[in-house]
């Protein structure tokens, strides 16, 4: 059974840093891209970085270019995204998922993500 668990949010200054950790199960983790995405209030959600099976690539959305870095971590079936400079645009739900598009409506499940609050 696929299960996603993201946790590291909370609230965070502007310019502050968080770093989020994405654990997965139920598929095969070690071979599979895994992105983080995000949703804003009244917003869509949306690509935040995508990360390769190998960890050889990254990509992220312009919004998260020079602030944030995805990694696979050591930890087995553990992605992390660490955050940087914030900015209270980035206050969403934070959610991971498994694959390598960067659209939010081909992926049929969803945990329950990770709320990141950045607010003075």
């Known amino acids: 059974q696929l299960k996603l668990v993201e946790s590291g949010g909370g609230l965070v200054q502007p310019g502050g840093s968080l770093t989020l950790s994405c654990a997965a199960s139920?598929?095969?983790?070690?071979?599979?891209?895994i992105g983080w995405f995000r949703q804003a209030p009244g917003k869509e959600r949306e690509f935040v970085a995508t990360?390769?099976?190998?960890?050889?690539?990254?990509y992220y959305a312009e919004s998260a270019k020079g602030r944030f870095t995805i990694s696979r971590g050591n930890a087995k079936n553990t992605v992390y995204l660490q955050m940087n400079s914030l900015k209270p645009e980035d206050t969403a739900v934070y959610y991971c998922?498994?694959?390598?598009?960067?659209?939010?409506?081909?992926?049929?499940?969803w945990g329950q993500g990770t709320q990141v609050t950045v607010s003075s």
């Open positions: 998922n498994f694959g390598s598009s960067m659209e939010p409506s081909d992926y049929p499940y």
């Open positions: 139920g598929f095969m983790f070690d071979d599979s891209a």
């Open positions: 990360i390769s099976w190998n960890g050889d690539t990254t």
